[in-house]
């Protein structure tokens, strides 16, 4: 096969993917809202994904805080401007750091186990067992945990903000000595609610996006169990690389 | 009653039914034999809808199958049971709650009678004392026993079994057909067993059908076909009676 065949090739099976993932979470979304209602389940994965998640996302978010005030410091005190140390931690964890570094951390804690539980029920023929006994493997393993992630993940986003910048102002007061008076103030006057709620945004995307995509390579895996490790690993790779770039696409969107 | 009608099926250019034609009768045993890789579990996962066919129809309840949307066929699958090859028990679950899954799906019923008719179901395949085990606990035997009193929990007209001796020792095949045909009877159901084993289907089988290249090469009843004069007939049978 020439180069433009095989490039051609793994372009559409890029587009049939793109296709694919975005009707299998329309059919996550909304056959939640059929009957039988699975509020269950909802609460089950609410604990999975976020519960479970929590002590990974408060020492995640503390410790990119922590660190973010440190290299930050040093750049400010080239210019003399380390008063505004607390304005710029604020805002970069509220505006990227909060809702990125959650979405990762839920990726590698949950995202890849949705995507090996699904994969693993493929092949032992589970999901299609499901059917058989007239269930909808969709509304029943899918919908519950993308609404999951949907509710989660900006309550999770909320407490990475919030502890981070505890984490900075730790640093900030404590390690670098400024004025923790002055940290304060300038948290407060630099950051906008537009500022949390755009964080507050992106990781209720974010939250949809890496449940769709660990779902779907989990749900159509193949090939035994080398498969199941190559959809996790997909799904992974995909939901890591996708939030990225969706990142930078939805700041220039807000901002 | 099943008809199914010219059905034809490929998969990457690979013609696997190339227009198999048969009528499944009502309350009686229909074995589906044939070699290896000729399609006996694509055509029965055609009758449930879990494939669907290039072209040709499948009748059940004055309906062909093939024509119908996921949704209608829900309706169909709680009339059609399928016992799958290793069992595809939840393996999250124990034996007794992948009995009370569909219960708890489809029937209003308390918990105390979901649990009360999952112990029932569990007794009627002799497996009540395993019901607090998971799936990985459980001998193949008895895997596929707890996998049929959950395909038995819909209350099916009709249970497909694919393959349901493979990988059991002789005691325990003839144990599981005896169990296939005891509730045959006791159910009114009607069984279609995917099967290589040539003298269980001779003693259990009311019918037999042979699918042979894509086709329903001979059908009939077990004495019919032992008195059937075809090669590649007489040399399964011969090769499974060495």
């Keep these: 096969m020439n180069f433009f065949a095989l490039l051609g090739k793994a372009f559409l099976k890029v587009i049939c993917d793109c296709g694919g993932i975005f009707i299998f979470f329309l059919q996550s979304f909304f056959y939640f809202f059929t009957r039988p209602f699975r509020i269950g389940l909802l609460i089950k994965y609410m604990e999975f994904i976020g519960v479970n998640s929590f002590l990974v996302v408060f020492l995640t978010s503390l410790f990119s805080g922590m660190v973010t005030a440190y290299q ?10 380390q008063s505004v140390l607390g304005g710029v931690v604020a805002l970069t964890l509220t505006r990227e750091l909060g809702p990125v570094l959650t979405a990762v951390v839920v990726i590698a804690r949950a995202g890849s186990a949705i995507s090996a539980e699904l994969g693993s029920m493929r092949i032992t023929e589970q999901i299609d067992a499901l059917k058989i006994m007239a269930v909808n493997p969709i509304q029943y393993l899918v919908s519950p945990r993308l609404w999951a992630g949907i509710l989660v993940l900006p309550l999770l ?3 990475a903000d919030l502890v981070g910048i505890a984490g900075g102002y730790i640093v900030g007061a404590f390690l670098v000595h400024i004025d923790p008076g002055i940290l304060t103030a300038r948290m407060i006057d630099m950051v906008e609610l537009k500022d949390i709620m755009s964080g507050i945004y992106k990781s209720i995307f ?5 449940v769709t ?5 989990g749900y159509y895996a193949s090939g035994g169990a080398e498969g199941v490790g190559r959809a996790t690993t997909e799904a992974v ?6 939030i990225l770039i969706s990142d930078y696409i939805l700041t220039t969107i807000f901002f | 009653m099943i008809n ?6 490929s998969f990457d250019g690979f013609e696997v039914l190339r227009g198999v034609n048969l009528i499944i009768p009502a309350n009686q045993i229909t074995f589906i034999m044939g070699q290896s ?21 499948i009748w059940f309840d004055n309906q062909d199958i093939t024509k119908l949307s996921e949704k209608e ?8 049971g399928f016992l799958f090859q290793e069992g595809a028990l939840f393996d999250s679950m124990t034996v007794k709650e992948n009995v009370m899954f569909p219960l708890k799906e489809h029937f209003k019923m308390s918990k105390k009678e979901i649990e009360e008719k999952a112990e029932e179901l569990l007794s009627v395949v002799n497996l009540l004392e395993a019901k607090d085990k998971y799936p990985s606990e459980l001998s193949g035997g008895m895997r596929k026993r707890a996998a049929l009193a959950r395909t038995l929990a819909l209350q099916p007209q009709i249970v497909l079994f694919d393959e349901p001796t493979t990988g059991l020792d002789p005691i325990l095949q003839v144990s599981i057909m005896e169990l296939i045909k005891d509730l045959k009877e006791r159910y009114s159901l009607t069984c279609v067993v995917i099967s290589h084993d040539v003298p269980l289907a001779f003693k259990f089988a009311d019918r037999i059908a042979f699918l042979h290249q894509g086709k329903i090469l001979v059908e009939g009843t077990p004495e019919e076909i032992k008195t059937i004069d075809e090669p590649f007939i007489r040399n399964f049978i011969e090769s499974a009676l060495i």
């Design chain 2, 4 to 9: 199914i009608k010219d059905l034809k099926k």
């Design chain 1, 213 to 217: 995509v660990c779902g779907y390579k």
């Design chain 2, 73 to 80: 066929l829900q309706k169909i699958r709680k009339k059609i």
């Design chain 1, 206 to 210: 974010f939250g949809a996006f890496l």
């Design chain 1, 237 to 242: 790779v995909i939901s890591t690389v996708g």
């Design chain 1, 72 to 81: 930050v410091n040093i750049a400010l005190a080239k210019v003399g401007s």
């Design chain 1, 157 to 159: 986003t909320a407490i």
């Design chain 2, 37 to 57: 890789g000729t399609g006996k579990s694509v055509l029965i996962k055609h009758i449930v809808g879990l494939l669907k066919p290039d072209s040709g129809e």
